[in-house]
């Protein structure tokens, strides 16, 4: 009965859709869903976004689909983090997806991370001998919601260039998203005051804008260099230091693996704590400031827990 009704529905949209007056809306692909849903906020309905790599998937390392191609394919706007972060999986598709609108220096290609403030900018020589991921600063810079605020506006702007009609519903959005993530930045500061310079360790080092924005410490990482997974001598170190620093808390992504983090955990005391990096890191974390209550909250009933200090 069901499919008897939605064959005759879905076509008639797909009429009305042909033949409608108003504007098609500006396809949108972002490489993750931190900048999926930053478009979503600023392009409200004149846009349609969709998401590459998810949440809970290491953004380095994301696994190609041909239906990337697809998508890449029908976008009028690609969003990218930049600072090489999807090096290693999107320049093949972006070739294959056969589309000039979204090539490198069109209209249509959208590097994030060229007006955010970026951190850990190497000042000698890029090398990649150590098998660092991190080559032209770090690429997690998401994590501060002044850079949301930024990428936001850069999104902004391009979408009133690539549909001007809409310029001033997108910046009317845009202002409204600004105004609820100051509200929110102000109750988070609030909760953290008390912590200034609380030392943490993280296992991947995609926390240096976090901590930078929310006066943390980060003192030391599982892996021995970005990209380079935990080795016996470089854990040892580890663990050393957090007895010595008295560090109570380590942050790991919810793409790696457990089995390090715990057994720092048992020779420290520390507490493991899984944080989401992204949005739909977890279900509960469907948008950018749900992304921060999120995390700030874990953090802060950790801190808590452990009387970390
Ligand atoms: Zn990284």
């Known amino acids: 009965m069901r499919r008897l009704i939605s064959l005759p529905c879905a076509l008639a949209v797909l009429l009305a859709t042909a033949a409608g007056p108003a504007a098609a809306a500006v396809n949108v692909v972002a490489t993750t869903e931190d900048l999926a849903t930053l478009a979503r906020e600023v392009g409200g309905d004149k846009v349609k976004v969709e998401a590459l790599g998810r949440g809970y998937q290491d953004p380095h390392f994301i696994e190609a689909k041909p239906s990337f191609i697809l998508k890449l394919h029908a976008a009028d706007l690609l969003v990218l983090?930049?600072?090489e972060l999807e090096i290693g999986w999107l320049p093949?598709?972006?070739?294959?997806?056969?589309?000039a609108k979204i090539q490198l220096g069109a209209a249509g290609y959208l590097d994030a991370s060229l007006t955010a403030r970026i951190l850990e900018i190497p000042t000698g020589e890029i090398t990649r001998a150590m098998g660092d991921v991190h080559p032209l600063g770090n690429p997690h810079y998401w994590l501060d919601p002044e850079n949301g605020r930024r990428i936001a506006k850069a999104?902004?702007?391009?979408?009133?260039?690539?549909d001007s009609a809409d310029a001033a519903y997108f910046s009317a959005r845009y202002?409204?998203?600004?105004s609820r993530l100051t509200q929110a930045e102000k109750r988070w500061d609030g909760l953290m005051a008390p912590y200034k310079g609380l030392k943490i360790v993280t296992y991947h080092n995609s926390w240096p804008n976090f901590?930078?924005?929310?006066?943390l410490k980060v003192v030391g990482y599982v892996?021995?260099?970005?990209g380079i997974p935990p080795s016996p001598s470089h854990t040892l170190d580890l663990i050393q230091e957090m007895k010595r620093d008295g560090v109570k808390?380590?942050?790991v992504e919810p793409y790696f693996d457990l089995k390090t983090p715990n057994s720092?955990?048992?020779?420290?005391?520390?507490?493991?704590?899984?944080?989401?990096?992204?949005?739909g890191g977890v279900p509960e974390v469907t948008g950018y400031i749900k992304l921060f209550d999120y995390d700030l909250n874990l953090l802060m009933t950790a801190i808590k827990e452990t009387g970390a200090r």
Do not use: C, H, Y
């Open 155 to 162: 999104i902004e702007q391009r979408l009133a260039q690539l």
């Open 211 to 215: 901590a930078d924005r929310f006066g």
């Open 92 to 99: 093949p598709l972006l070739q294959q997806s056969r589309n």
């Open 175 to 178: 202002s409204d998203f600004d």
């Open 264 to 279: 720092v955990s048992r020779e420290t005391g520390a507490k493991v704590l899984v944080m989401s990096p992204s949005v």
């Open 223 to 226: 892996e021995p260099r970005p």
């Open 81 to 83: 983090v930049g600072r």
């Open 249 to 251: 808390i380590l942050l």
